[in-house]
């Protein structure tokens, strides 16, 4: 694993959260607030953490916040200096920017002016887990952005037979890049392999063709 040199801006709940893992997964971790506080609270579980205000350019200029691979704008309810941290961080060269939207207005603001990724953590937590709740046999989803996701499903008795005869591609539009059958993971499998009921299968596909599969098995 290469390791990255990651900026989180914003030490709250949230961005404390992603600054102490990312640490932990072994990348070089910066982490800031304006809030004195927040910054001890951290200081020990990154690699460096220190007091500044990301609102003020020439405070992210003298920080490298072009230097990172990422920067994660985590600031939360203060939407006035979350957008000001966020195109700052752009407009100094920072190469992929994370932002963390308090609601659906700011996420498009904050797209238009040049986030990488934004994210609304509570609404796509939320989201998530009604997706658990209403189809639970689903273990995780992974959202490639767009209309596309991969998803990992369980096999019932209406996808037995090899992949050949079943045909999921042709039929449903989904791609089958991994099966796992007790505790063993078939990646890219063949033609010939034969599914069984309870086999995990690793999909991709658009959301649409998905959900029509997700329809045939009963969910």
Known sequence: MKTKQCLVIGLGRFGTAVATTLYEMGHEVVAVDHNE????????LVTHAAIVDASDERALRSIGVGDFDVVVVAIGTD????????????????SYVVT?????????????IGADLVIRPEHDMGVRLARQIATPNIVDTLDLGGDHAIVEIEANERLKGSLRDLNLT????VQIIAISRAGKIEVTPRAEDELRPHDKLVLIGTSHNID????YLGE
């Open 212 to 215: 029509e599969l997700r329809r």
């Open 37 to 44: 506080e927040n910054v001890e609270r951290v200081m020990n």
């Open 170 to 173: 042709g039929r449903f539009g």
């Open 79 to 94: 939407v006035q200096a979350n957008i000001l941290a966020t195109m700052n961080a752009k407009s100094l060269g920072a």
């Open 100 to 112: 963390k939207a308090v609601d659906e207005m700011a996420r498009r603001v904050l797209e238009r």
